[in-house]
């Protein structure tokens, strides 16, 4: 019974032992998961703690040393514009291969084969390995080193790299540590390398915009101030790094520009803003032409708006002067016009009953005196604005409109198109000259009747905004190029977009009378416009306080 007993004893002794041992084991390898674990997380950590790609390589190396007992350690990068692979960064080495240049062709030895099948390779010693095609790395002196591919965003962007100069066999432990390492690094090197992208690029569009002469001024989706370059420093007299995270409403900005900037950011549509306005620069009083147009980005959603301004005070010097020169003509002209009339008229009462063919003569000579007395009448116009206007009266905007509107149907008619009326009720009086308001409305819709195709529709908008009674004629016609919206206001000036708009008769100085008698009610002209889908111009006039 006693010896039964004692084998029983012995026995559970052993059990217990075999447990231990196990729990011994298991405890060993759960220890050396956590510090693979601890390891890669602390790579990580080291990794990315900066965006800086020469900061970022170098953490790379120190944390690879010390997770993994080799002498020495490197990362390649693929260089995809040059097709190599690039030595980029080393630790521990006896020679120095970044400096020297250490490129591999696309393709070619064992570093190629490591990235094109994405696969861990370990080798011995390199000096006899015919896999290695740069010959001064085999004669560096390495007995081992495993190579293990870098990945990032789901494809291979490089290979780290552990070397040895002493006979060393990698465990699977290692192995497996540096293939996770591999990936955070390559992770961390991606986010740096797009970093880099984005900082040389935002530097080359800074450089770009620091070196343009017009004033360029960007605010995002929530009204700050995101650029602000050299040119707008200079006229606005503001340090960018004063304004930019500002909103736009609270820089000391002209306040035209306020406006049009106010305008453009409520508006739905995605149209670009064209106005002009004067303002005081560095050397006195200015005129710019501004440009307001929305960022979009790749999907087509806006990412905030631009607006790019260029002085044209010298233009509108030598404007003035070639205007003075032709009315100076204008005047001189008018007497002879009148004889010419007169001759071609008695002439055509000579005649008695002209046949078809003189008949057509006599119209087209008619038709050219016309034409020439309406120019002569636009510029001698544009002399009684600029002498200035007689403001004296209370108009309502909304009725000298609808009065344009009724007067244009039968031109309309003609082009079988289609008008249409909205107009606010109760608006506001403004002082005015309901003369001249009612003519700058006619240029407007005629001019839209004259651009809109046959079947067209033009749209007249009356309302109050803010202090102020805005006018839009709307047209469904050809639309007018970006690069042509801030010249559509110059005298004599036509964009030259089609054959169709090249044989519309006209002098261009339409728009120019509309400028300037806004102008003389202390209100501001503008457009928008996009090829291909129509045009609003517009004009807002200030109300009586």
Not at 363 to 373: E, K, M
Request: with cysteine.
């Amino acid at each position: 019974m006693g010896k039964k007993m004692s084998a029983q004893s012995h026995e559970s002794v052993g059990v217990v032992e075999r447990l231990t041992e196990q729990n011994q084991r298991l405890a060993e390898e759960v220890k050396r998961r956590i510090d693979q674990l601890a390891a890669i997380n602390s790579v990580a950590t080291v990794v990315g703690q900066s965006l800086d790609l020469e900061v970022t390589l170098q953490s790379a190396l120190s944390a690879v040393m010390d997770v993994i007992n080799v002498e020495a350690t490197g990362i390649s990068l693929i260089d995809g514009e040059n097709k190599e692979l690039v030595l980029r960064a080393q630790r521990g080495w006896k020679r120095d291969f970044v400096k020297m240049g250490m490129r591999i062709p696309m393709g070619h030895g064992l570093s190629w084969y490591v990235i094109e099948n994405d696969e861990l390779v370990v080798t011995g010693d390199v000096s006899q390995d015919p896999r290695i095609k740069h010959q001064a790395f085999q004669e560096e002196g390495i007995q081992a080193q495993a190579l293990a591919p870098m990945h990032a965003r789901g494809r291979v962007i490089g290979i780290l790299s552990a070397l040895s100069y002493e006979q060393y066999i990698f465990t699977e432990e290692e192995l497996s540590v540096l293939c996770a390492i591999a990936d955070q690094v390559g992770v961390a090197l991606d986010n740096a390398c797009l970093f880099s992208d984005v900082v040389s690029n935002e530097n080359h569009l800074r450089a770009i915009l620091d070196c343009t002469a017009d004033i360029i001024l960007a605010v995002d989706m929530d009204y700050n101030v995101c650029s602000f370059n050299h040119a707008a420093e200079s006229f606005f007299g503001l340090e960018a790094g004063h304004v930019i995270g500002c909103q736009f409403e609270q820089i000391r900005l002209p306040e035209p520009l306020v406006r049009g900037l106010s305008e453009a950011t409520q508006r739905q549509d995605r149209t670009s803003l064209a106005f002009e306005f004067n303002c005081e620069g560095p050397a006195g009083d200015h005129v710019l032409s501004s440009s307001i147009s929305p960022v979009l980005d790749a999907g087509g959603m806006s990412q905030g708006w631009v607006a790019v301004m260029g002085d044209i005070t010298h233009l509108h010097a030598l404007d003035q002067l070639k205007t003075q020169v032709i009315q100076t003509a204008a005047h001189d002209l008018r007497s002879p016009l009148a004889a010419i009339r007169g001759a071609i008229s008695l002439l055509h009462d000579a005649f008695g009953k002209p046949d078809e063919k003189q008949e057509k003569v006599f119209r087209v000579a008619f038709d050219g005196l016309s034409q020439t007395q309406q120019l002569i009448d636009n510029l001698l116009n544009i002399e009684r604005i600029e002498s200035g206007l007689v403001i004296d009266q209370h108009v309502e905007l909304g009725r000298l409109a609808k009065r344009v509107m009724e007067d244009q149907r039968v031109a309309a008619a003609r082009r079988e198109q289609k008008l249409e009326v909205d107009i606010s009720t109760r608006l506001p009086m403004i002082y005015g000259s309901d003369i001249w308001l009612e003519r700058a409305i006619a240029n407007y819709v005629g001019n839209a009747i004259k651009y809109t195709p046959h079947g067209g529709t033009i749209r007249l908008v009356v309302w109050r905004e803010k202090g102020e009674v805005l006018l839009e004629v709307e047209d469904n016609g050809p639309g007018i190029p970006l690069e042509a919206q801030n010249r559509l206001f110059e005298r004599f000036y036509r964009v030259p977009q089609s054959a169709e708009n090249d044989m519309m008769q006209g002098s261009g100085l339409g728009l120019a009378i509309v400028k300037l008698v806004i102008a003389q009610h202390g209100g501001r002209v503008y457009v928008r416009s996009q090829p291909g889908k129509g045009s609003t111009f517009g004009f807002a006039l200030p109300t009586i306080p």
